[in-house]
RNA sequence: GCGCCCGUAGCUCAGCUGGAUAGAGCGGCUGCCUUCUAAGCAGCGGGUCGGAGGUUCGAAUCCUCCCGGGCGUGCCA
């Protein structure tokens, strides 16, 4: 790589400038290698001599003109190299070493752009994780495009990923009561019984549907049971519909998880009961008030909190902390979780749960993604799922389907809020930038399709001179496909999945301008087929890109 | 009150571990289809980077304070 070939330049030039007395020993400094802001002056670009400028009081300037004197680098990789603006060092590739990528994209095929950054070590993902309270929203949409767009990434960098979804189905949850006893209301007003919808309890449709449903399924099954017999029953209906259904949501949105981690199992196997067990031989416990509670101020938290409560039921917190015992205790070397906004105050005295455990809280790292402000034009609608007014994730993948929606969700960092129009994203779907990208991919397969029909075929690419390709649009294609490694690199290693829809648009655009300028299929031979081997290049590349976006690379469009 | 996120073009946002003339998409206006898909390309406009101080050779980026929006601060999850 010429990044590589360029970091370890700059290095020995800095020892000779070092030894000659023009600059002074370690200083400790890290500089950075990247794409100048304007890509004209240059492909690759550092601060280097800012940094030791500024640590040793000398002039950035002088001190890059006596590092470039010392660089040593290939005409056949690095073209030019010059000192620029307050110091930098800027590098221009050589057109000979951009050809190249073509041969290596080839050659690589979907392996391009892979590291083992990763090494193989185990990294769990946990993402979604919504309460099995109702069908999934559109919020949820933004966490399951995220983490599953990460997991890739990650894959692509060397990790071994487990994605996984954690169900909340602990019948001890208050949550999960209210919403049987919302259910059970519903039941019971279906026969005209006098029965009342609880005051937290669950205000939406989908619960009466559910009612109706119970009814048409079971009848009258459950009308004259014993109070609490009927509601456990109901319960356990409840919980097996909605996570069947946000399955199926997942499912429909283009996600696997490798597995779907039952709460209750942490209390069946009795984990949550070692768990407080463990906490209480640490000595990070005591009891007060009737409950037992966690010191999680000895841990960096502002306060503590209960584990046990007065009536003897385990706190999620309890049965969060077992959970994320067990996540270490099979192995992983790496814990991510991804949680929404709603959340965010759960994180330190989990991570104290973890710590008094005597986990390494460094190998856990919590996400957490912004909201997602719904509009119908300029209202906003206000989601809960208590109220009712809910926009289901599938409601919104039937409306603009499930590649503008991915798409969408990824073009925003995942720490800002997300505007989503409804009605934009319905009447615009042809306008979605994610058709711009999925068109460059479709392009490119007319023009494979169209030299098929006339029987040109993709020479051999050792028999391809790509020498043929110098026109700028050809350069600035390659230049943007020998960028893809270091882009998933870069989304992988900084969890920043949205990286990834600023790339695809980037390559699909140079890609659009090339096409525009520069015919494929013409009357030079050998010019043919050097782009026919730069385009196919593209596709891959762009196939790469699509894939880990989680998006579909249509043929046609 | 305290904690976290956000405030950059008309709109939605990138850029934020300090670096060059602050970018993109959408919207607006103007051109470009005999030839591999016009869901495309080219061009024109558009900015007190919320405000005020500070650190620095250099600040959208770091620090302090203030203003505005959102979220959290449960023996809910």
């Known amino acids: 790589m010429a ?80 000192v620029a603006g307050a110091g930098f060092i800027n590098f221009t590739l050589s057109p000979e070493w951009l050809r190249g990528v073509v041969r290596r994209v080839l050659t690589e095929g979907e392996n391009y752009g892979r590291s083992d950054a990763g090494g193989g070590k185990k990294l769990l993902l946990e993402f979604v994780s919504a309460n099995p309270t109702g069908p999934l929203a559109v919020v949820q949409g933004r966490a399951a495009a995220i983490g599953d767009t990460l997991a890739n990434l990650l894959a692509h960098t060397g990790w071994r990923v487990s994605r996984e979804y954690y169900v909340n189905d602990a019948t001890n949850s208050t949550q999960v009561r209210r919403f049987a006893e919302t259910l059970e209301a519903r039941y019971l007003q279906h026969f005209g019984r006098e029965a009342a919808v609880p005051e937290d309890g669950y205000q939406g449709d989908y619960v009466v549907e559910m009612a109706e449903e119970l009814v048409k399924e079971q009848g009258e099954r459950y009308l004259d049971m014993e109070p609490e017999e009927r509601l456990s029953a109901l319960t356990e209906y409840s919980l097996q519909r909605i996570v069947e259904s946000q399955r199926r949501d997942m499912q429909a949105f283009g996600i696997e998880f490798d597995t779907w981690f039952l709460e209750s199992s942490l209390y069946e196997n009795h984990e949550v009961e070692a768990t407080m067990d463990a906490l209480k031989a640490g000595g990070y416990t005591y009891e007060a008030e009737g409950a037992l509670w966690l010191r999680a101020t000895e841990l960096g938290d502002e306060q503590d909190h209960v584990l046990v409560r007065r009536d003897g039921r385990p706190s999620y917190l309890a049965a969060d902390i077992a959970y994320h015992r067990n996540k270490f205790e099979r192995g992983f070397d790496r814990l991510v979780d991804i949680w929404g906004p709603d959340h965010h105050g759960h994180i330190t005295r989990l991570k104290a749960g973890v710590q008094a455990l005597g986990y390494d809280a460094g190998r856990f790292e919590i996400l957490i993604h912004q909201i997602v402000r719904l509009f119908r034009g300029s209202e906003m609608v206000r989601m809960s799922k208590r109220a009712g007014d809910i926009v289901p994730l599938s409601g919104l993948v039937d409306d603009v389907g499930k590649d503008a929606a991915r798409f969408f969700f990824l073009m925003q960092s995942m720490e800002s809020h997300l505007d989503f129009d409804l009605e934009l994203a319905k009447k615009q779907a042809a306008d979605n930038p994610v058709y711009y990208v999925q068109y460059a991919h479709a392009r490119i397969c007319s023009i494979l399709r169209s030299a098929e029909e006339k029987g040109i075929s993709l020479p051999e690419i050792e ?72 385009v196919t290049a593209a596709r891959t590349a762009l196939g790469i890109v699509l894939r880990i976006l989680g998006v579909s690379a249509p043929e046609r469009m």
């Open 3 to 82: 990044r590589e070939l360029i970091k370890e330049a700059l290095s020995k030039a800095l020892a000779a400038a070092r030894e000659a007395g023009e600059v002074p020993g370690d200083l400790g400094v890290e500089a950075e290698l990247r794409p100048p802001r304007d890509r004209r002056w240059g492909d690759i670009s550092t601060n280097l001599p800012m940094v030791i400028a500024s640590a040793a009081n000398l002039n950035p300037r002088a001190v890059a003109q006596a590092m470039v004197a010392r660089l040593d680098l290939p005409e056949e990789v690095v073209q030019k190299v010059e």
């Open 463 to 534: 028999a391809v001179d790509l020498d043929l390709l110098g026109e700028p649009e050809e350069l600035e294609l390659m230049r943007k496909l020998a960028d893809l490694p270091e882009e998933i690199s870069q989304a992988a290693a900084r969890y920043e999945p949205h990286r990834m829809t600023r790339y695809a648009r980037e390559l699909a655009s140079v890609f659009h301008v090339f096409y525009t300028k520069c015919r494929v299929l013409g009357d030079d031979p050998a010019l043919t087929g050097a782009r026919l081997a730069m």
